[in-house]
């Protein structure tokens, strides 16, 4: 029987390793607990290489599934919304949710201005996204509107990234945040976006992240980055496909969005790890023919989904 922080530290380990391989053990900083299955979770966490934050998250998750259950088991990683303190499911139930998207949002065309908005929304690619970086306020707000027109006749659902003023201004379908796009946000903006009717997406990399997005009920969840890609400096390791599955399984009741190096051949992995959406920038933007490429990326979605 398992009974010391050690011991439960082993089993997991002894349960997780293969799986969870390929990345480094992080730096361990400390318990803010004594409960056993706490201490040893959060170790085991850190030599799986789960960066602080996550490890707290997932080691209190086990804790806290370890005195539902009534017992410690070393297999079941905590993938129950209740054990790491999340809100109802499904989220979209919640009196305080954003409004709702398909739970399937299908191919997600990331996408760098309003004309490649437009010819992603011809294509018939599902689900579009303007991403717009720029520092001119009125390039900006130009590309905006121009967007939403793009899309006019299409059934393709547009969500503006970051600039979320603009989006409810121009009628956009929803909006994409970033962690710390949400955090310039004040409680009374967060309110503002949700009484607009517009649909919000929030990024994640990881437990924590997830478990913040959580507290203010969005329409998705995009989950990344899965692998590698040379599009921006993450500031998280590349996640790999366990964790999207752990991520997958325990948010399960949002429409979820996978993101990051995703092509043609790792596009079905990432599906199968149970999300209804791959977003993808280089493999539509940097491919020869766009179009024959995001109409190769649904089909292969399609057969992942069968
Ligand atoms: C579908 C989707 N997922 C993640 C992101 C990244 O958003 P964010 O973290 O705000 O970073 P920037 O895109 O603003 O650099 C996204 N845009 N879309
Ligand atoms: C914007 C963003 N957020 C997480 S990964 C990523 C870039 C995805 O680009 P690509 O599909 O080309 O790897
Ligand atoms: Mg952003």
């Known amino acids: 029987m398992t009974q010391n922080a050690s011991d439960i530290a082993r089993a997991i380990l002894a349960a997780h390793s293969a799986r969870f391989d390929g990345h480094p053990a992080a730096a361990f900083d400390g318990f803010s607990s004594d409960a056993p299955v706490y201490r040893g979770a959060r170790e085991a966490c850190a030599r799986l290489g789960f960066i602080a934050i ?16 009534g017992h410690f088991d070393a297999a079941q990683w905590p993938a129950d919304p209740r054990d790491f303190g999340l809100g109802s499911f499904p989220p979209a139930a919640r009196a305080n949710s954003f409004p709702p998207c398909p739970i399937a949002l299908g191919l997600y065309a990331v996408l760098p201005d309003a004309a490649w ?4 929304a011809r294509a018939g690619v599902p689900t579009v996204q303007l991403r717009f970086k ?12 121009a967007a939403v027109e ?47 009717g517009l649909r919000l997406g929030v990024s994640t990399h990881g437990y924590a992240e997830m478990v913040r997005a959580d507290a203010v009920s969005p329409s998705y969840l995009a989950l990344g980055a899965v692998f590698p890609t040379t599009l921006k400096k993450m500031a998280t390791a590349p996640q ?27 596009l079905p992995q990432a599906l199968a790890a149970g999300v209804g959406s791959i977003a993808v920038v280089r493999a539509i933007v940097g491919a020869d023919d766009p179009e024959g490429a995001a109409r190769a990326l649904m089909a292969r979605m399609q057969q992942g989904m069968r």
Request: glycine content about 10%.
């Open 54 to 69: 996550d490890s707290e998250c997932v080691a209190r998750a086990w804790q806290a599934q370890t005195e539902r259950l």
């Open 117 to 120: 908005v437009g010819r992603m």
């Open 134 to 145: 720029s520092d001119d306020p009125a390039a900006i707000a130009r590309e905006v509107q």
């Open 150 to 196: 793009a899309v006019r006749g299409t059934s393709a659902l547009l969500f503006i990234n970051d600039h979320w003023q603009l989006a409810i201004e121009a009628g956009a379908y929803g909006v994409h945040l970033g962690q710390e796009d949400l955090d310039a946000l004040t409680p009374a903006e967060v309110q503002q976006l949700r009484a607009s």
């Open 240 to 266: 790999g496909l366990a964790r999207l599955h752990g991520y997958a399984d325990l948010m399960r009741g949002y429409p979820l969005v996978a993101i990051g190096g995703i092509d043609m051949d790792r």
